[in-house]
T-cell receptor, first 109, second 115 residues
Framework: GQNIDQPTEMTATEGAIVQINCTYQ??????LFWYQQHAGEAPTFLSY????GLEEKGRFSSFLSRSKGYSYLLLKELQMKDSASYLC??????????FGKGTRLSVIA | GAVVSQHPSRVICKSGTSVKIECRSL??????MFWYRQFPKQSLMLMAT?????????EQGVEKDKFLINHASLTLSTLTVTSAHPEDSSFYIC???????????FGPGTRLTVT
């Protein structure tokens, strides 16, 4: 079967660091995406990990461990505008992405 | 990341009419395009997958005669909502995927309101 788990909600303070975890069990694996979705808007691409390790893009980093079926998105120097849902999605082959239900992050002052 | 556009961004139509939504990949060739629907505060729901030049594959429960999908070129896919009803009011989002490494990008979405 296909299953992706991520926390439903998280709250963090402005300026802090937050880590959003994602675990997956899928029938195949070609890569893992992280998207950001603000309320009322479409998802926007944040990262795509195919190989194990950490990829850094400015304030955002994404980590993948294929052997553990695990990824995390790390957000540093949190800003109020980072309040959004963060979607973990797995590319399991030449098929549609399998999405987690998303983690709603609230950044508070 | 790559750019995917959608048009229109918002549309209001009367019940019984048809609405066409266009999705374009602007800087890459999208061998596969996906159409999603999202109701307020709910997860993305995949409606159908279309590969260029072939018929779309619809998810269970999605009426193929009501939601017509055409993917005539590597940069354009269209979704036509036929005989729209108020319950079709939703946020429709397309997504485009190229060849390896199969990165996938979303369009900005189309908010459809059927009155």
């Amino acid at each position: 079967g296909q299953n992706i788990d991520q926390p439903t909600e998280m709250t963090a303070t402005e300026g802090a660091i937050v880590q959003i975890n994602c675990t997956y069990q899928t029938s195949g694996f070609n890569g893992l995406f992280w998207y950001q979705q603000h309320a009322g808007e479409a998802p926007t691409f944040l990262s795509y990990n195919v190989l194990d390790g950490l990829e850094e893009k400015g304030r955002f980093s994404s980590f993948l461990s294929r052997s553990k079926g695990y990824s995390y998105l790390l957000l540093k120097e949190l800003q109020m505008k980072d309040s959004a849902s963060y979607l973990c999605a797995v590319n399991s082959g030449n098929t549609p992405l399998v999405f987690g239900k998303g983690t709603r992050l609230s950044v508070i002052a | 990341g790559a750019v995917v556009s959608q048009h229109p961004s918002r549309v209001i139509c009367k019940s019984g009419t048809s609405v066409k939504i266009e999705c374009r990949s602007l800087d890459f060739q999208a061998t596969t395009m996906f159409w999603y629907r999202q109701f307020p505060k709910q997860s993305l729901m995949l409606m159908a997958t279309s590969n260029e030049g072939s018929k779309a594959t619809y998810e269970q429960g999605v009426e193929k005669d009501k939601f017509l999908i055409n993917h005539a070129s590597l940069t354009l896919s269209t979704l036509t909502v036929t005989s729209a009803h108020p319950e079709d009011s939703s946020f429709y989002i397309c997504s485009a995927r190229g060849g390896p490494p199969y990165e996938q990008y979303f369009g900005p979405g189309t908010r459809l309101t059927v009155t």
